[in-house]
Protein backbone atom coordinates (compact mmCIF):
# COMPACT_ATOMS: atom_id res chain seq x y z
CA UNK A 1 0.00 0.00 0.00
CA UNK A 2 1.28 3.52 -0.73
CA UNK A 3 0.92 6.49 1.09
CA UNK A 4 1.01 10.09 0.81
CA UNK A 5 3.85 11.93 1.91
CA UNK A 6 2.20 13.88 4.71
CA UNK A 7 1.18 10.12 5.98
CA UNK A 8 4.61 9.17 5.19
CA UNK A 9 5.81 11.76 7.13
CA UNK A 10 3.41 11.60 10.24
CA UNK A 11 4.97 7.94 10.58
CA UNK A 12 8.43 9.53 10.37
CA UNK A 13 7.51 11.97 13.23
CA UNK A 14 6.22 9.54 15.50
CA UNK A 15 9.86 7.78 15.43
CA UNK A 16 11.65 10.93 16.00
CA UNK A 17 12.47 11.88 12.30
CA UNK A 18 12.64 15.79 11.88
CA UNK A 19 10.08 16.83 9.00
CA UNK A 20 9.25 20.14 8.05
CA UNK A 21 5.79 21.18 9.76
CA UNK A 22 2.85 20.56 7.48
CA UNK A 23 -0.81 20.21 7.66
CA UNK A 24 -3.11 18.31 4.64
CA UNK A 25 -5.90 20.59 2.73
CA UNK A 26 -8.71 19.80 1.14
CA UNK A 27 -10.10 23.45 0.21
CA UNK A 28 -8.18 26.69 -0.70
CA UNK A 29 -9.68 27.79 2.65
CA UNK A 30 -8.01 24.78 4.53
CA UNK A 31 -5.12 26.04 2.63
CA UNK A 32 -5.02 29.42 4.31
CA UNK A 33 -6.03 28.44 7.54
CA UNK A 34 -2.89 25.85 7.36
CA UNK A 35 -0.42 28.28 6.28
CA UNK A 36 -1.70 30.97 9.62
CA UNK A 37 -1.13 27.76 12.08
CA UNK A 38 2.16 27.02 10.52
CA UNK A 39 3.12 30.63 11.16
CA UNK A 40 2.42 30.59 14.31
CA UNK A 41 4.42 27.69 15.13
CA UNK A 42 7.35 28.65 13.24
CA UNK A 43 7.57 32.11 13.01
CA UNK A 44 7.79 31.44 9.46
CA UNK A 45 6.82 34.46 6.57
CA UNK A 46 6.53 31.59 3.28
CA UNK A 47 5.04 27.81 2.81
CA UNK A 48 5.22 25.39 0.13
CA UNK A 49 1.92 23.98 -1.39
CA UNK A 50 2.68 20.26 -2.16
CA UNK A 51 0.08 18.15 -4.37
CA UNK A 52 -0.79 14.86 -2.46
CA UNK A 53 -0.59 12.05 -5.12
CA UNK A 54 1.03 9.00 -5.56
CA UNK A 55 3.11 9.78 -7.70
CA UNK A 56 7.09 11.30 -8.08
CA UNK A 57 7.89 14.60 -10.12
CA UNK A 58 5.18 16.62 -9.07
CA UNK A 59 7.34 19.77 -8.80
CA UNK A 60 7.92 19.22 -12.66
CA UNK A 61 4.49 18.70 -13.25
CA UNK A 62 3.36 22.22 -11.59
CA UNK A 63 2.34 20.46 -8.80
CA UNK A 64 4.60 22.17 -5.65
CA UNK A 65 4.51 25.81 -5.64
CA UNK A 66 6.30 28.31 -2.81
CA UNK A 67 4.06 31.02 -1.38
CA UNK A 68 5.15 34.30 0.14
CA UNK A 69 1.40 35.77 1.31
CA UNK A 70 -1.72 34.03 2.28
CA UNK A 71 -3.04 35.05 -0.78
CA UNK A 72 -0.88 33.40 -2.39
CA UNK A 73 -1.32 30.02 -0.83
CA UNK A 74 -4.70 30.28 -1.51
CA UNK A 75 -4.09 31.11 -5.05
CA UNK A 76 -1.65 28.57 -5.34
CA UNK A 77 -4.19 25.45 -3.59
CA UNK A 78 -6.91 26.80 -6.03
CA UNK A 79 -4.85 25.43 -9.21
CA UNK A 80 -3.50 22.43 -7.71
CA UNK A 81 -6.98 21.45 -6.29
CA UNK A 82 -8.14 19.44 -8.83
CA UNK A 83 -6.01 19.81 -11.58
CA UNK A 84 -5.10 16.85 -13.26
CA UNK A 85 -1.03 16.36 -12.64
CA UNK A 86 1.05 15.13 -15.45
CA UNK A 87 4.49 13.59 -13.90
CA UNK A 88 6.87 10.96 -15.44
CA UNK A 89 4.93 8.33 -13.28
CA UNK A 90 1.50 8.68 -14.01
CA UNK A 91 1.57 8.51 -17.68
CA UNK A 92 0.06 10.47 -20.34
CA UNK A 93 -3.50 11.01 -18.47
CA UNK A 94 -2.51 12.07 -14.91
CA UNK A 95 -3.76 11.49 -11.60
CA UNK A 96 -6.49 14.59 -10.22
CA UNK A 97 -5.45 16.07 -7.03
CA UNK A 98 -8.04 16.37 -3.93
CA UNK A 99 -5.57 17.64 -1.64
CA UNK A 100 -2.35 19.68 -0.74
CA UNK A 101 0.15 19.31 1.96
CA UNK A 102 0.57 23.07 3.44
CA UNK A 103 4.59 23.23 4.52
CA UNK A 104 6.87 25.58 6.53
CA UNK A 105 9.14 26.48 3.92
CA UNK A 106 13.12 25.51 4.71
CA UNK A 107 14.89 27.99 2.45
CA UNK A 108 15.89 30.61 4.22
CA UNK A 109 15.84 34.24 2.49
CA UNK A 110 19.51 35.28 2.49
CA UNK A 111 21.08 32.39 3.29
CA UNK A 112 22.80 29.25 1.32
CA UNK A 113 20.13 27.13 -0.52
CA UNK A 114 20.14 23.65 1.54
CA UNK A 115 22.12 20.53 0.03
CA UNK A 116 20.00 17.97 -1.17
CA UNK A 117 20.52 14.63 0.03
CA UNK A 118 19.29 11.46 -1.06
CA UNK A 119 18.13 8.23 1.48
CA UNK A 120 16.21 4.99 1.36
CA UNK A 121 15.75 2.18 3.19
CA UNK A 122 14.80 -0.83 1.58
CA UNK A 123 14.97 -4.98 1.59
CA UNK A 124 17.95 -6.38 -0.74
CA UNK A 125 16.52 -9.46 -1.36
CA UNK A 126 19.58 -11.12 -2.82
CA UNK A 127 21.17 -11.23 0.61
CA UNK A 128 17.64 -10.82 2.66
CA UNK A 129 18.73 -8.27 5.01
CA UNK A 130 17.90 -4.52 4.49
CA UNK A 131 19.76 -2.00 3.33
CA UNK A 132 20.46 2.14 3.63
CA UNK A 133 20.81 3.30 0.29
CA UNK A 134 21.99 7.11 0.10
CA UNK A 135 23.72 9.49 -1.96
CA UNK A 136 25.05 13.37 -1.78
CA UNK A 137 23.04 13.59 -5.19
CA UNK A 138 19.59 13.79 -3.60
CA UNK A 139 16.88 15.91 -5.64
CA UNK A 140 17.15 13.82 -8.60
CA UNK A 141 16.00 10.57 -9.77
CA UNK A 142 18.25 8.10 -8.48
CA UNK A 143 18.66 6.15 -11.66
CA UNK A 144 20.22 9.11 -13.20
CA UNK A 145 23.03 9.41 -10.46
CA UNK A 146 23.71 5.37 -10.93
CA UNK A 147 23.87 6.09 -14.50
CA UNK A 148 25.87 9.07 -14.35
CA UNK A 149 28.18 8.80 -11.39
CA UNK A 150 27.77 5.21 -9.53
CA UNK A 151 30.40 5.98 -7.26
CA UNK A 152 28.17 9.00 -5.60
CA UNK A 153 25.53 5.99 -4.56
CA UNK A 154 26.51 4.32 -1.18
CA UNK A 155 24.63 1.68 0.15
CA UNK A 156 25.02 0.33 4.14
CA UNK A 157 23.75 -3.40 4.87
CA UNK A 158 21.94 -3.64 8.12
CA UNK A 159 21.97 -6.91 10.54
CA UNK A 160 18.76 -7.82 11.08
CA UNK A 161 19.50 -9.26 14.83
CA UNK A 162 21.23 -5.98 16.03
CA UNK A 163 19.49 -3.20 13.87
CA UNK A 164 21.51 -0.08 12.97
CA UNK A 165 24.69 0.26 14.61
CA UNK A 166 26.74 3.90 15.78
CA UNK A 167 29.23 3.26 13.98
CA UNK A 168 27.31 2.74 10.34
CA UNK A 169 24.87 5.91 11.14
CA UNK A 170 28.45 7.88 11.58
CA UNK A 171 29.77 6.23 8.22
CA UNK A 172 27.09 7.57 6.67
CA UNK A 173 27.06 10.83 7.58
CA UNK A 174 31.11 10.66 6.59
CA UNK A 175 30.59 9.74 3.37
CA UNK A 176 27.79 12.65 2.62
CA UNK A 177 31.12 15.01 3.68
CA UNK A 178 29.04 16.00 6.98
CA UNK A 179 30.64 17.68 9.94
CA UNK A 180 29.90 19.53 12.52
CA UNK A 181 26.07 19.93 13.85
CA UNK A 182 24.80 18.71 10.54
CA UNK A 183 27.45 14.93 10.93
CA UNK A 184 25.52 14.60 14.73
CA UNK A 185 22.12 15.61 13.35
CA UNK A 186 22.66 12.61 10.66
CA UNK A 187 23.68 10.59 13.75
CA UNK A 188 20.38 10.86 14.90
CA UNK A 189 18.70 10.61 11.66
CA UNK A 190 19.77 7.36 10.09
CA UNK A 191 18.33 4.74 13.33
CA UNK A 192 15.36 7.00 13.67
CA UNK A 193 14.66 6.61 9.98
CA UNK A 194 15.65 2.46 9.97
CA UNK A 195 13.09 2.59 12.98
CA UNK A 196 10.59 3.90 11.19
CA UNK A 197 11.05 1.33 8.63
CA UNK A 198 11.04 -1.94 10.61
CA UNK A 199 7.89 -0.16 13.00
CA UNK A 200 5.18 -0.17 10.14
CA UNK A 201 6.29 -2.79 8.53
CA UNK A 202 7.46 -0.71 5.46
CA UNK A 203 8.75 -2.50 2.10
CA UNK A 204 10.19 0.76 1.18
CA UNK A 205 11.07 4.51 3.05
CA UNK A 206 12.18 7.22 0.22
CA UNK A 207 13.51 10.23 1.63
CA UNK A 208 14.11 12.75 -1.46
CA UNK A 209 15.83 14.86 -0.89
CA UNK A 210 16.62 14.62 2.22
CA UNK A 211 17.65 18.58 3.26
CA UNK A 212 20.73 19.97 5.24
CA UNK A 213 19.51 23.44 5.95
CA UNK A 214 21.52 26.74 5.55
CA UNK A 215 21.59 25.91 9.77
CA UNK A 216 23.05 22.75 9.54
CA UNK A 217 19.50 21.12 10.14
CA UNK A 218 18.64 17.65 8.79
CA UNK A 219 15.12 17.53 7.42
CA UNK A 220 13.03 15.39 5.52
CA UNK A 221 11.89 17.80 2.70
CA UNK A 222 10.16 14.49 0.81
CA UNK A 223 9.09 11.34 1.72
CA UNK A 224 8.21 7.95 -0.39
CA UNK A 225 6.07 5.28 1.92
CA UNK A 226 5.05 1.68 0.20
CA UNK A 227 3.69 -0.56 3.52
CA UNK A 228 3.47 -4.17 2.98
CA UNK A 229 0.15 -5.34 2.85
CA UNK A 230 0.61 -8.36 4.30
CA UNK A 231 1.37 -6.91 7.53
CA UNK A 232 -1.10 -4.85 7.27
CA UNK A 233 -3.13 -6.89 9.92
CA UNK A 234 -0.58 -5.38 12.67
CA UNK A 235 -1.29 -1.68 11.48
CA UNK A 236 -4.80 -0.57 11.95
CA UNK A 237 -3.78 2.60 11.87
CA UNK A 238 -1.94 2.63 8.89
CA UNK A 239 -5.05 0.70 7.17
CA UNK A 240 -6.89 3.40 7.80
CA UNK A 241 -4.59 6.13 5.41
CA UNK A 242 -5.45 3.76 2.66
CA UNK A 243 -6.69 6.07 -0.32
CA UNK A 244 -9.29 4.56 -2.52
CA UNK A 245 -8.99 7.32 -4.97
CA UNK A 246 -5.36 6.70 -6.40
CA UNK A 247 -5.71 3.50 -7.03
CA UNK A 248 -7.57 1.59 -10.24
CA UNK A 249 -10.97 1.37 -9.58
CA UNK A 250 -11.43 -2.12 -10.89
CA UNK A 251 -7.78 -3.59 -8.56
CA UNK A 252 -9.89 -1.87 -5.21
CA UNK A 253 -13.69 -3.78 -6.74
CA UNK A 254 -11.49 -6.72 -6.74
CA UNK A 255 -9.99 -6.76 -3.82
CA UNK A 256 -13.31 -6.55 -1.59
CA UNK A 257 -13.47 -10.05 -3.22
CA UNK A 258 -10.03 -11.11 -2.24
CA UNK A 259 -9.00 -11.16 -6.02
CA UNK A 260 -5.62 -10.77 -6.62
CA UNK A 261 -6.40 -8.46 -10.00
CA UNK A 262 -3.70 -5.93 -11.17
CA UNK A 263 -4.90 -4.25 -14.52
CA UNK A 264 -2.63 -4.33 -17.69
CA UNK A 265 -3.01 -2.83 -21.62
CA UNK A 266 -3.70 -6.18 -23.53
CA UNK A 267 -6.62 -7.34 -24.91
CA UNK A 268 -6.76 -11.17 -23.87
CA UNK A 269 -8.04 -11.65 -20.34
CA UNK A 270 -7.31 -13.96 -18.16
CA UNK A 271 -8.65 -15.92 -15.16
CA UNK A 272 -5.85 -18.86 -13.16
CA UNK A 273 -5.69 -20.32 -9.99
CA UNK A 274 -2.17 -19.87 -8.56
CA UNK A 275 0.44 -16.71 -9.36
CA UNK A 276 3.02 -18.91 -11.06
CA UNK A 277 0.75 -20.23 -13.61
CA UNK A 278 -1.00 -16.62 -14.10
CA UNK A 279 2.54 -16.25 -14.89
CA UNK A 280 2.67 -19.28 -17.23
CA UNK A 281 -0.92 -18.02 -18.69
CA UNK A 282 0.66 -14.54 -19.65
CA UNK A 283 3.50 -15.85 -21.30
CA UNK A 284 1.43 -17.98 -23.29
CA UNK A 285 -0.87 -15.93 -24.25
CA UNK A 286 2.06 -13.47 -25.55
CA UNK A 287 3.24 -16.47 -27.27
CA UNK A 288 -0.07 -16.81 -29.23
CA UNK A 289 -0.08 -13.06 -30.59
CA UNK A 290 -2.16 -11.95 -28.02
CA UNK A 291 -1.37 -9.40 -24.62
CA UNK A 292 -2.63 -9.99 -21.49
CA UNK A 293 -5.14 -7.43 -20.32
CA UNK A 294 -4.76 -8.32 -16.58
CA UNK A 295 -3.26 -10.64 -13.46
CA UNK A 296 -6.26 -12.37 -12.16
CA UNK A 297 -5.50 -15.00 -9.48
CA UNK A 298 -8.65 -16.33 -8.05
CA UNK A 299 -7.07 -18.49 -5.45
CA UNK A 300 -6.64 -22.22 -4.62
CA UNK A 301 -10.10 -22.34 -4.45
CA UNK A 302 -11.57 -21.01 -7.06
CA UNK A 303 -15.17 -21.35 -5.65
CA UNK A 304 -18.32 -20.25 -7.99
CA UNK A 305 -18.82 -17.18 -6.54
CA UNK A 306 -15.18 -16.24 -6.76
CA UNK A 307 -15.09 -17.33 -10.62
CA UNK A 308 -18.29 -14.98 -11.09
CA UNK A 309 -16.60 -12.34 -9.48
CA UNK A 310 -13.34 -12.87 -11.89
CA UNK A 311 -15.41 -12.49 -14.92
CA UNK A 312 -17.45 -9.30 -13.72
CA UNK A 313 -14.27 -7.45 -12.89
CA UNK A 314 -12.62 -8.51 -16.29
CA UNK A 315 -15.43 -7.48 -18.30
CA UNK A 316 -15.19 -3.92 -16.91
CA UNK A 317 -11.95 -3.54 -19.46
CA UNK A 318 -13.40 -2.49 -22.53
CA UNK A 319 -9.72 -3.77 -24.44
CA UNK A 320 -11.11 -7.04 -23.82
CA UNK A 321 -11.54 -9.29 -26.46
CA UNK A 322 -11.46 -12.94 -25.39
CA UNK A 323 -11.41 -14.44 -22.16
CA UNK A 324 -8.83 -17.63 -21.28
CA UNK A 325 -9.45 -19.26 -17.97
CA UNK A 326 -6.70 -21.68 -17.02
CA UNK A 327 -7.12 -23.58 -13.78
CA UNK A 328 -5.11 -26.59 -12.38
CA UNK A 329 -7.30 -28.52 -9.97
CA UNK A 330 -4.86 -29.70 -7.51
CA UNK A 331 -7.11 -28.15 -3.99
CA UNK A 332 -9.91 -27.40 -6.49
CA UNK A 333 -11.84 -29.87 -8.40
CA UNK A 334 -12.23 -28.99 -11.99
CA UNK A 335 -15.71 -30.29 -12.57
CA UNK A 336 -16.30 -27.94 -9.81
CA UNK A 337 -14.55 -24.90 -11.14
CA UNK A 338 -16.61 -25.78 -14.62
CA UNK A 339 -19.55 -25.90 -12.67
CA UNK A 340 -18.43 -22.42 -11.57
CA UNK A 341 -18.05 -21.05 -14.91
CA UNK A 342 -21.08 -21.83 -15.85
CA UNK A 343 -23.07 -20.60 -13.07
CA UNK A 344 -21.71 -17.29 -13.42
CA UNK A 345 -22.31 -17.61 -17.30
CA UNK A 346 -25.65 -17.78 -16.65
CA UNK A 347 -25.65 -14.92 -13.79
CA UNK A 348 -24.28 -12.35 -15.53
CA UNK A 349 -26.07 -12.93 -18.78
CA UNK A 350 -25.27 -12.30 -22.29
CA UNK A 351 -20.99 -12.03 -22.93
CA UNK A 352 -20.18 -10.98 -25.90
CA UNK A 353 -16.33 -12.16 -25.75
CA UNK A 354 -15.05 -15.70 -26.34
CA UNK A 355 -14.53 -17.72 -23.51
CA UNK A 356 -11.64 -20.32 -23.25
CA UNK A 357 -11.86 -22.89 -20.36
CA UNK A 358 -8.65 -24.77 -19.90
CA UNK A 359 -8.72 -27.21 -16.84
CA UNK A 360 -6.03 -29.79 -16.18
CA UNK A 361 -5.76 -32.26 -13.08
CA UNK A 362 -8.71 -33.69 -10.84
CA UNK A 363 -11.46 -34.48 -12.49
CA UNK A 364 -10.25 -32.48 -15.91
CA UNK A 365 -12.24 -35.03 -18.62
CA UNK A 366 -15.29 -34.23 -16.24
CA UNK A 367 -14.95 -30.56 -16.41
CA UNK A 368 -14.78 -30.48 -19.98
CA UNK A 369 -17.77 -32.29 -20.30
CA UNK A 370 -19.88 -30.26 -18.35
CA UNK A 371 -18.53 -27.35 -20.41
CA UNK A 372 -19.11 -28.87 -23.89
CA UNK A 373 -23.09 -30.07 -22.88
CA UNK A 374 -23.66 -26.68 -21.26
CA UNK A 375 -24.80 -25.21 -24.46
CA UNK A 376 -23.26 -21.50 -23.91
CA UNK A 377 -20.72 -20.43 -25.62
CA UNK A 378 -17.76 -21.26 -23.98
CA UNK A 379 -15.02 -23.83 -25.58
CA UNK A 380 -12.54 -26.09 -23.73
CA UNK A 381 -9.32 -27.62 -23.61
CA UNK A 382 -7.42 -29.52 -21.64
CA UNK A 383 -3.81 -29.24 -23.18
CA UNK A 384 -2.00 -26.16 -22.45
CA UNK A 385 -0.98 -25.82 -26.54
CA UNK A 386 -4.79 -26.38 -27.74
CA UNK A 387 -5.50 -23.27 -25.27
CA UNK A 388 -3.26 -21.12 -27.19
CA UNK A 389 -4.49 -22.07 -30.39
CA UNK A 390 -7.92 -20.94 -29.20
CA UNK A 391 -6.41 -17.87 -27.89
CA UNK A 392 -4.74 -16.91 -31.24
CA UNK A 393 -7.79 -18.00 -33.66
CA UNK A 394 -10.33 -15.44 -30.97
CA UNK A 395 -8.47 -12.39 -30.95
Request: aromatic share 6%.
Amino acid sequence: MNLHEYQGKSILKKFGVQVPEGKVAHTPEEAVEAAKEIQAQTGMQKWAVKAQIHAGGRGKGGGVKVASTLAEVKEHAKNIIGMQLVTHQTGPEGKKVNKVLIEQNIFYDGEAEPEEIYMSVLLNRATGRNIIMYSPRGGMDIEAVAEETPEQIFKEEVDPRVGVQAFQARKIAFNLGLSGKAFKEMVKFVPNLYKAYEGSDAKLFEINPLFKTSDNRILAADCKVTIDDNAMYRHADIKEMRDFSEEDPIEVEADKYDLNYIKLDGNVGCMVNGAGLAMATMDMIKLSGGDPANFLDVGGSASAKRVEEGFRIILKDTNVKGILVNIFGGIVRCDRVAQGVVDAYKSIGEINVPIIVRLQGTNAEEGKQLIDKSGLKVQSAIRLQDAAQLVSEVI
